[in-house]
């Protein structure tokens, strides 16, 4: 009989050993308490996440560890109360700041256990100062703050993403990614093709459109897993009464869904048409002028556009126009006051400058008048000057001055004449007067 109960203790100690060594070996923090919550074994793990020694934990009460910071009135209530009622306590979340390594969120799981007399004998011989007696509680404490983090930023993201995916103005559709059904749909998606949400959830993709058949849509799935976004710049969708929008579409590969972006672009294509004319009128007026034209970027001073006559004024090819700037179409000499003019052309204060010497390809120097105008093309600020030759009328003009200034000297001359000469007069009639006298 005594060897009986000493081959019994001999195995108790044997399992005693094999448990003591699966709790130093697991990953999570692991606690043995007696029923009047003693610490009577923890594992490294728990020392090392709460930075306690074993010295301070063995045989001290689980709420006096690390300062207090397990002194914590629910978990106690739980682990005195509760648990042995219930025997078992599975994923119970306390968030918690504790001394010494701050706010966390920690998941207990928690197990009353019933032991025989002999093996409760063996871990009190073991233990320091065990006071509990047969019933043991096992706390297995799993630091889930991360998780919990990430479930939040998950959660907020997904929230983000329902609001953006309500609210956005492009219709949006999530198809399945095997099936083509369409499993969500947007206000705008429904909106903009006539659809209710329900008459959606009965579609497949390419009964809008986009996409021709299933054989289709599967190898556009396939370029989905390879490329991750596909683009169609201007493609056709069609709505619930036939008609057909042409569309601005990308579809975006998730993991179970295409995300398919829809934006209606028939009002951006009416008015690149509209601008397309608008640019072929202007380029029409351009270019037929009869006066030269020059389109000038005013940061820059470079030249943007030139018509034909403008070519021909100043003697060089459109390409070679296109290569130059304001500065290079005038005589060095006069550039001050070329600049002068064209600043002020540039703020508003003046739209005409009269006589601006010119310069041609070959060197030879002609004047004319520049008439400007602003113009705002894709956000840059340009002038259009319009360049009248006034070279032959500046001749005529100067000529004339001269032949003034010649006409005012013969007229003073001739005045001049006059004046002498009714002097002489005067002079003759004295002196005729004075021989009569004697």
């Known amino acids: ?40 074994s923890a594992n490294q793990s728990f020392y090392t996440t709460f930075k306690v020694t074993k010295k301070d934990t063995i045989g001290q009460l689980f709420s006096d560890l690390g300062d207090k910071q397990w002194n914590i009135p629910r978990l106690l209530e739980l682990l005195k109360e509760i648990l042995p009622k219930k025997k078992v306590v599975k994923n119970y979340e306390i968030e918690h700041k504790f001394e010494q390594i701050g706010e966390r969120v920690m998941l207990l799981n928690a197990r009353h256990l019933r032991v025989p007399k002999e093996i409760a004998a063996i871990i009190v011989a073991k233990a320091v100062a065990i006071t509990g007696g047969g019933g043991l509680i096992l706390l297995a404490i799993e630091d889930i703050t991360e998780r919990k983090h990430l479930q939040t930023e998950l959660t907020e993201a997904e929230e983000r993403y329902r609001r953006a995916f309500e609210t ?27 659809y209710t949400k329900e008459e959606f959830l009965k579609k497949k993709l390419w009964e809008i459109g986009m996409i021709r058949d299933d054989k289709d849509f599967q190898e556009t799935v396939s370029r989905l897993e390879r490329d991750g976004v596909i683009h169609y710049e201007e493609t056709p969708v069609k709505t619930k ?17 295409i995300q398919c972006n829809i934006r209606n672009i028939t ?13 072929m009128r202007f380029k029409a007026i351009f270019n037929e002028s009869r006066e030269g ?27 070679e126009l296109m290569r130059l700037g304001v500065d290079d179409i005038h005589p060095k000499k006069d550039l001050l006051l070329v600049m002068e003019h064209f600043q002020r052309q540039a703020k508003g204060e003046i739209k005409l400058a009269q006589g601006l010497p010119m ?46 200034q010649d006409l005012e000297r013969f007229s003073k001359f001739s005045v001049d004449r006059e004046l002498k000469m ?11 007067q004075r021989l009569k006298a004697r």
């Open 1 to 40: 009989m005594k060897d009986k109960k000493q081959r019994s203790k001999v195995g108790a100690e044997v399992l005693l050993g094999y448990a003591n060594s699966i709790i130093a070996t697991l990953r999570e923090p692991f606690l043995v308490l007696d029923k009047n919550l003693q610490v009577i």
């Open 168 to 194: 956005s103005r492009d219709g949006l559709l999530l198809v399945h990614k095997t099936e083509a059904n369409i499993l969500n749909s947007n206000e705008s998606a429904q909106e903009l093709l006539g």
């Open 241 to 257: 009464k036939g008609l057909s929008i042409n569309s601005e579409i990308f579809l975006v590969n998730k993991a179970k869904v």
């Open 267 to 279: 009002e951006r294509k009416e008015k690149e048409e509209e601008l397309k004319e608008s640019e």
């Open 293 to 319: 034209r020059l389109l000038v970027e005013i940061e820059t001073r470079k030249f943007f556009m030139c018509n034909p006559a403008i070519c021909k004024m100043l003697g060089y090819t459109e390409e």
């Open 359 to 404: 310069k041609r390809k070959d060197g030879s120097i002609f004047y004319a008048d520049v008439d400007t105008s602003p113009i705002i093309l894709g956000g840059k600020k340009y002038l259009m000057g319009s360049f009248r030759d006034i070279t032959e009328s500046k001749k005529i003009q100067d000529e004339l001055k001269e032949k003034m």
């Open 422 to 432: 009714e002097e002489l007069e005067k002079k003759v009639k004295e002196l005729e």
